[in-house]
């Protein structure tokens, strides 16, 4: 059986839709989104083509971290609803053809979750070894902090324990100690509990330092981390055959290549590429592709059954911490010049449409681009209406506004007291007056409608998401093109980083007599010629994608 015709590996092809329940829909007037709410607007997901839902933190939190401090990793938050609702949303998703997967985040819990009450207030405890303690910080404890504008050391005293302990995170975020062989079977048990209730797969959290050992004291007579990663992934092939792991490593494409497990995939099935998003910023800066070109090179394949997951925006900070210093200025002086816009030093507390002018056609091609490079494309939720960022929201809070549905109050997001929202909506140019989702619906050239067109094209095409791709030479400067081959089919796909229009002669290799290249975005064709070459024009920031047609294909066009 072909795998390309069944869902086996459906992640391959997704289209990752990723939010937050507290800030989609509020249906109970109370400020904050619901699960209810996510339910109730599933038809703009699934219209949009989604596949995949990612939802959030959900869990009981005292959300000094958004809801990635947990209190019990079992639980539903009572202020975004109950398993129930959850269950209703797990099956209206199914019901269209959407699969669910939430964050797990078992680095570290939050400092009020009851493991750690009971761990620090006694060395008998029987979860004070779950942690990670010290009678003396070591020497390097200041050595790799997340937030260095909050935190200075990765060791804090608490005087209740009489120890340090250790947090890679915010200091009421107290690292779990995953050596630990308790801490690892809680961890199974958990993925267990929520793939019975339902879920798909994992987006996995901080996954190189949930994998880091290097606190604990025996670290030297562990085994190998990446073992506990093979177990994990089988322990869930074991429970749901279908269910995925998607994970955070944000490091350098030689070590992220581990993750994957060897040359079947054993480990994560997907591994966000931070360093493609990364090059892409700098080469939209630099209105030059060549180093969006340079990472590709770079990057390693995958294993056959695993997937990379590429991004333009996500829920954090935009980092660019994989930039050179002189790199990294670049794309502040052209996204993000002023202060407030950037955080802790490595990135941009921005969403794309204000860094790139709000410019449709910058934007509809850095989309493009998303839908067409290999890799499984993840979306922020209001990505695809083009939402803004709101500032004066505190750090990384400034992404994470509330979903702008209507140009009425409060964006249509919930009838509450402006006052009262989980997050204050952005004013001005982005505000839900003038960006919203009900408005994009009606318009035909909205930024919405060309997301579903992307969308459903991308999922036509095999060739993009299974297929070998190539990129091509050419000698326009501006111009990033490559083809993607898969069984008999061909998509190629040209796109201008510039603001100037661009011509470009690609040879096709494979082409024949008769072969034509038919635009799949708009209406067009471009005959190659006996000498397999195809000449393409594209507007200032264009983009094209192109399927080759021979005589009798069995394609779509
Ligand atoms: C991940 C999340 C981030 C969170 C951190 C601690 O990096 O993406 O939002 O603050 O983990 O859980």
């Given at each position: 059986?072909?795998?390309?015709?069944?869902?086996d590996?459906?992640?391959?092809?997704?289209?990752?839709?990723?939010l937050?329940?507290?800030?989609?829909?509020?249906?109970?007037?109370?400020?904050?989104?619901?699960?209810?709410?996510?339910?109730?607007?599933?038809?703009?997901?699934?219209?949009?083509?989604?596949?995949?839902?990612?939802?959030?933190?959900?869990?009981?939190?005292?959300?000094?971290?958004?809801?990635?401090?947990?209190?019990?990793?079992?639980?539903?938050?009572?202020?975004?609803?109950?398993?129930?609702?959850?269950?209703?949303?797990?099956?209206?998703?199914q019901?269209?053809?959407?699969?669910?997967?939430?964050?797990?985040?078992?680095?570290?819990?939050?400092?009020?979750?009851?493991?750690?009450?009971?761990?620090?207030?006694?060395?008998?405890?029987?979860?004070?070894?779950?942690?990670?303690?010290?009678?003396?910080?070591?020497?390097?404890?200041?050595k790799?902090?997340?937030?260095?504008d909050?935190?200075?050391?990765l060791?804090?005293?608490?005087?209740q324990?009489?120890?340090y302990?250790?947090?890679?995170?915010?200091?009421?975020q107290p690292?779990?100690?995953?050596?630990?062989?308790e801490?690892?079977?809680?961890?199974?048990?958990?993925?267990?509990?929520?793939?019975?209730?339902?879920?798909?797969?994992?987006?996995?959290?901080?996954?190189?330092?949930?994998?880091?050992?290097?606190?604990?004291?025996d670290?030297?007579?562990?085994p190998?981390?990446?073992?506990?990663?093979?177990?994990?992934r089988?322990?869930?092939?074991?429970?749901?055959?279908?269910?995925m792991?998607?994970?955070?490593?944000?490091?350098p494409?030689?070590?992220?290549r581990?993750?994957?497990?060897?040359?079947?995939?054993?480990?994560?099935?997907?591994?966000f590429?931070?360093?493609?998003?990364?090059?892409?910023y700098?080469?939209?800066?630099?209105?030059?592709?060549?180093?969006?070109?340079?990472?590709?090179r770079?990057?390693?394949?995958?294993?056959?059954e695993a997937?990379?997951?590429?991004?333009?925006?996500?829920?954090?900070?935009?980092?660019?911490?994989?930039?050179?210093?002189?790199?990294?200025?670049?794309?502040?002086?052209?996204?993000?010049?002023?202060?407030?816009?950037?955080?802790?030093?490595?990135?941009?507390?921005?969403?794309?449409?204000?860094?790139?002018g709000?410019?449709?056609?910058?934007?509809?091609?850095?989309?493009?681009?998303?839908?067409?490079?290999?890799?499984?494309?993840?979306?922020?939720?209001?990505?695809?209406?083009?939402?803004?960022?709101?500032l004066?929201?505190?750090?990384?809070?400034?992404?994470?506004?509330?979903?702008?549905?209507?140009?009425?109050?409060?964006?249509?997001?919930?009838?509450?007291?402006?006052?009262?929202?989980?997050?204050?909506?952005?004013?001005?140019?982005?505000?839900?007056?003038?960006?919203?989702?009900?408005?994009?619906?009606?318009?035909p050239?909205?930024?919405?409608?060309?997301?579903?067109?992307?969308?459903?094209?991308?999922?036509?095409?095999?060739?993009?998401?299974?297929?070998?791709?190539?990129?091509?030479?050419?000698?326009?400067?501006?111009?990033f093109?490559?083809?993607s081959d898969?069984?008999?089919?061909?998509?190629?796909?040209?796109h201008?980083?510039?603001?100037?229009?661009?011509?470009?002669?690609?040879a096709?290799?494979?082409?024949?007599?008769?072969?034509?290249?038919?635009?799949?975005l708009?209406?067009?064709?471009?005959?190659?010629?006996?000498?397999?070459?195809v000449?393409?024009?594209?507007?200032?920031?264009?983009?094209?994608?192109?399927?080759?047609?021979r005589?009798?294909?069995?394609?779509?066009?």
């Open positions: 059986m072909r795998l390309t015709e069944t869902a590996v459906w992640w391959k092809n997704a289209v990752v839709y990723c937050d329940v507290e800030t989609f829909f509020d249906t109970d007037g109370d400020g904050r989104g619901d699960l209810r709410g996510v339910s109730q607007r599933i038809d703009h997901l699934a219209e949009l083509g989604v596949t995949c839902l990612w939802l959030m933190p959900f869990y009981p939190t005292p959300d000094r971290d958004d809801g990635y401090d947990i209190t019990d990793f079992y639980g539903v938050d009572p202020r975004l609803g109950s398993h129930g609702e959850l269950v209703e949303l797990i099956t209206l998703a019901d269209r053809g959407m699969r669910v997967i939430a964050d797990l985040v078992v680095n570290h819990t939050s400092d009020q979750h009851p493991w750690f009450q009971s761990a620090r207030a006694s060395r008998q405890s029987p979860y004070r070894d779950w942690y990670v303690w010290r009678d003396e910080p070591p020497p390097d404890a200041d790799g902090i997340v937030f260095p909050q935190e200075k050391s060791w804090e005293y608490d005087e324990a009489g120890q302990y250790l947090h890679r995170f915010y200091k009421h690292d779990l100690d995953i050596a630990n062989p801490v690892r079977e809680e961890i199974q048990r958990v993925i267990g509990f929520w793939l019975q209730l339902g879920l798909s797969g994992f987006r996995v959290d901080a996954v190189p330092f949930l994998l880091d050992t290097a606190g604990a004291l670290a030297a007579d562990l190998d981390p990446h073992d506990y990663l093979r177990d994990l089988a322990f869930m092939a074991r429970r749901h055959g279908g269910a792991l998607l994970g955070e490593v944000n490091l494409y030689k070590d992220v581990r993750f994957f497990g060897d040359e079947d995939g054993d480990e994560l099935t997907m591994c590429d931070f360093i493609g998003m990364q090059k892409l700098l080469s939209l800066a630099r209105s030059d592709p060549a180093e969006l070109v340079k990472s590709l770079e990057r390693p394949d995958p294993p056959e997937q990379w997951g590429t991004f333009v925006r996500n829920h954090d900070e935009l980092t660019l911490d994989k930039l050179t210093d002189e790199e990294r200025q670049e794309v502040f002086d052209a996204f993000g010049p002023e202060e407030s816009m950037q955080l802790y030093g490595r990135g941009l507390r921005r969403r794309l449409p204000p860094m790139l709000n410019d449709l056609r910058r934007l509809k091609m850095a989309y493009s681009l998303l839908f067409s490079l290999p890799g499984t494309p993840v979306l922020f939720y209001g990505e695809e209406i083009g939402m803004g960022e709101n004066a929201a505190e750090g990384r809070n400034a992404v994470r506004t509330p979903m702008q549905w209507t140009a009425t109050a409060n964006g249509g997001f919930s009838i509450a007291d402006p006052d009262r929202l989980a997050a204050p909506l952005p004013e001005g140019d982005y505000s839900p007056e003038h960006v919203n989702v009900a408005a994009q619906r009606r318009d050239d909205s930024l919405l409608n060309w997301m579903k067109l992307l969308i459903q094209r991308y999922r036509e095409c095999p060739e993009l998401s299974w297929g070998r791709y190539t990129l091509l030479e050419h000698d326009s400067r501006s111009v093109a490559h083809r898969y069984e008999d089919g061909t998509v190629i796909a040209v201008n980083f510039a603001d100037e229009p661009a011509h470009v002669a690609l096709v290799a494979g082409a024949g007599v008769g072969v034509q290249a038919v635009d799949l708009s209406d067009g064709t471009a005959d190659v010629g006996e000498d397999g070459v000449e393409l024009d594209l507007d200032p920031y264009g983009c094209r994608w192109l399927r080759l047609i005589p009798g294909d069995r394609y779509i066009v």
